[in-house]
């Protein structure tokens, strides 16, 4: 559209003429001016005839915009006071469809003449016009569950929005409310708090929030929050407002969590003391245990030194007797006494070979006099499968766990020639640290388990008992690891 036609008459117009150009001039200059507003302008006159529209206007309004005609969007609103000068509403221009907002204010200076500005607007705001503030505060309010108060203390006169009223059981405006009337609703027990917060804000302008039980008028208690501010002029105060809340959700819910964590507190510290009881217990089982190890090795020892200097001994003597009476039988001495006494070196002989085996296995004494090494290379050198056995000088060891070593070791091997149809066994034994790590490797059939009654089942309670650990890897087909480790001192 041609922005520059001439689209009314400005008010005043004069004829034209050489006395009139200044004014044509000054006119001129109003039409650039109203052309170039970013809303659409108009002016009518009492009638609401339109006396001038700038080009915006044409375009929102369309053929429905005609010069020196008036319509309903283009009457001129009541006189308005001062402080109500400007109108609005909305409507929909039938030539262009088009939502717009029309404001409209009288001009204070040219009689009879208004000004109307329209506004496009979006079909949401056409839906939802703009409504009262004190009705939109009040839902606003009333989504909250908050009611607001104001108290004009010269005047001794106390306000109270719908919503406080609601929240405290009442009727909206249904009592005349003063300060005693609200101490009333207050618990009992919580007026105090109200009351010591509210004179300290009264005296010296200090804020307060408290929270307090409201008695309902049906009985019911809920919770409330209040929040109070002050206003002070020379000193002394004139007005207080402030806010009230139901918060009874929030209060009982951090009850909850205060009770579930004061639960959880009390059942965190009767675990603990559970713990330290169990730990009581698991360590005077675990020297019981201990106790029941060294006393078993102290008895194998004792047994085995019985055997060695009682029983050993005398077979030894009798057969050393038997050898001498051999020996000194003379020629032509009956054959049959002579068999009789040879057989019975033999069993005596065997017999003490037997009895050295019962006592070795019960507690060898090479164990007891060189150590774990020198008792583990000569139980390799029996063994009826070949033994590789590599490790260091280990030196000694307390004699329990010198003991486990050897027995472990001692096992291993009986279930390798009994149950693994190997060919070799890889034996390692090793100090790590303040652990002695011993590995007994076969190249055997597999299978053994921990888990099955035997002779490992009761190893792994032996080294268990030691605060060791015991393992074993025997997949079928491919052999068996038993490794042991064992808490050995620095």
Not at 53 to 77: F, I, K, M
Not at 206 to 223: A, F, I, K, Q
Not at 253 to 260: C, P, T, V
Not at 458 to 479: F, I, N, Q, Y
Request: proline share 5%; charged share 25%.
């Amino acid at each position: 559209m041609d922005t520059g036609r001439t689209h009314g008459s400005a008010p005043g117009e004069r004829p034209p003429g050489p006395a009139a150009e200044p004014a044509a001039r000054h006119e001129a200059s109003l039409h650039a001016a109203f052309d170039a507003l970013p809303e659409a302008a108009l002016i009518v006159d009492r009638a609401g005839c339109v006396q001038y529209a700038n080009a915006l206007a044409h375009r929102l309004l369309g053929e429905e915009l005609v010069l020196g005609q008036s319509a309903a969007w283009s009457q001129p609103d009541p006189e308005r006071s001062d402080t109500e000068a400007t109108a609005r509403t909305s409507f929909v221009a039938r030539a262009t469809g088009v939502s717009l907002r029309r404001t409209s204010a009288s001009l204070p200076d040219v009689d009879g003449l208004s000004l109307i500005v329209l506004n496009a607007v979006s079909t949401a705001e056409t839906a939802y016009p703009v409504r009262d503030p004190m009705e939109r505060l009040n839902e606003v309010e009333a989504t909250a569950q908050l009611g607001s108060w104001s108290w004009d203390i010269e005047a001794d006169v106390v306000s109270w929005s719908d919503e406080l009223y609601r929240i405290h059981g009442l009727a909206p405006q249904s009592m005349p409310m003063t300060y005693g009337n609200f101490l009333e609703l207050i618990h009992p027990d919580d007026r105090h708090i109200l009351e010591e917060a509210v004179q300290r804000c009264y005296l010296e302008g200090e804020p307060y929030v408290t929270t307090h039980r409201v008695v309902l008028p049906d009985g019911r208690l809920r919770w409330h929050q209040g929040r109070g501010r002050g206003v002070m002029s020379d000193g002394r105060p004139v007005r207080m407002f402030g806010t009230g809340q139901d918060v009874t959700d929030r209060v009982l819910a951090d009850q909850a969590l205060r009770q579930s964590l004061h639960e959880a507190r009390r059942l965190a510290a009767e675990n603990e003391a559970l713990r330290a009881e169990l730990e009581v217990q698991l360590e005077e089982v675990r020297a019981s245990r201990a106790r029941i190890v060294q006393a078993v090795y102290e008895a194998r020892r004792r047994f085995e030194r019985d055997l060695h200097d009682g029983a050993q001994q005398r077979l030894t003597m009798v057969e050393m007797t038997l050898r001498a009476v051999l020996r000194q039988l003379t020629p032509g001495v009956d054959p049959a006494l002579e068999r009789t006494l040879g057989q019975a070196v033999d069993e005596l002989s065997a017999g003490a070979a037997e009895l050295r085996s019962l006592a070795r296995g019960l507690h060898p004494a090479l164990l007891s006099e060189r150590g774990l090494m020198p008792a583990l290379e000569a139980l390799a050198t029996r063994s009826q499968v070949p033994v590789t056995l590599r490790g260091a000088t280990i030196g000694r060891l307390d004699p329990s766990i010198e003991s486990a070593a050897y027995f472990v070791v001692s096992e291993a091997l009986t279930n390798v020639m009994k149950h693994a149809d190997a060919s070799r066994v890889h034996l390692t034994v090793e100090r790590q640290g303040t652990t002695l790590v011993l590995e007994v490797r076969d190249d055997g059939s597999g299978g053994a388990s921990v888990d099955a009654d035997g002779g490992l089942r009761g190893l792994s309670d032996r080294v268990a008992a030691l605060d060791g650990r015991l393992r074993v890897e025997s997949p079928s087909g491919h052999g068996t690891l038993v490794r042991v480790e064992l808490p050995c001192g620095s």
